[in-house]
C-alpha cells in the first residue's frame, strides 16, 4: 500500500470528509513489515478535516439559519403561544357553559373552573397586548408570592411529616402536588 498525501486531500475535497473508521484502518505495517510512510500523515489530515468541518460547519449554521429567514423570531413564537393559549381558555370557557346548561356539575365546581380559565385568559391576553412578551406587575406579584406560599407550605408539610401527624405517601402526594404548582407557575 503506498499511500500519498496529495490523493487523500483531493478526495476529501470532492467527496466529502475521509471517515477516521477507514483513515485508522490502514495497516501499520505491510505485508513486508515496514511501517507506511504515509500512515501518520493521513490519520492527522484526516482528523484535521473532520474537526474543521465540524468547527466551521457548527459556528456558521446559526448565522446562516438567522440570514436565510427559516428561524422564527422569539417574539413571533411567543405571540403565537398566547393566541393559541387565548383560544383554549376561551373553548375551556365555552364548554364550562354548556356544562352550566346542561347543569351536569355542580355550580360551586364550575365557578371555580370559570376563574382558573378567565385568569389564563387574562394573562395570555395581557402577553398579547404587551410586545416584550412581558406579564404584567400584577402577575408577576402573584407568582413571586405564590412560589413563597409554596416554600413555605413545603416547609409545613414537612414539619407535619417529622411530627408524625402525616404520613410519608401523605407527604409525597403533597408534596408532588406543590412541586407541579410550581412548574406551573414558571410555565405561564
Known sequence: MNWRVPMVLTWAG????????AAVSIPET????????DRPPVLVLTTSVVVVTLVVQGFTLAPVVRRSGIALEPDH?????AAARCRLADAGIRRLTELSELEAVPEVVLDRLRRGLTARLD????????????SAPADLVYRQLRRDLIAFEAVE???LYDEHAIS??????????LDLEEVRLTDI
Open 77 to 81: 413564537t411567543e405571540r403565537e403561544e
Open 30 to 37: 505491510t505485508k513486508s513489515g515496514a511501517a507506511p510512510a
Open 123 to 134: 394573562d395570555a391576553r395581557d402577553r398579547l397586548t404587551d410586545p416584550t412578551g412581558q
Open 157 to 159: 408539610l414537612q414539619r
Open 168 to 177: 410519608n405517601t401523605t407527604r409525597r402526594r403533597l408534596q408532588q402536588s
Open 14 to 21: 470532492t467527496r466529502g470528509v475521509v471517515p477516521l473508521a
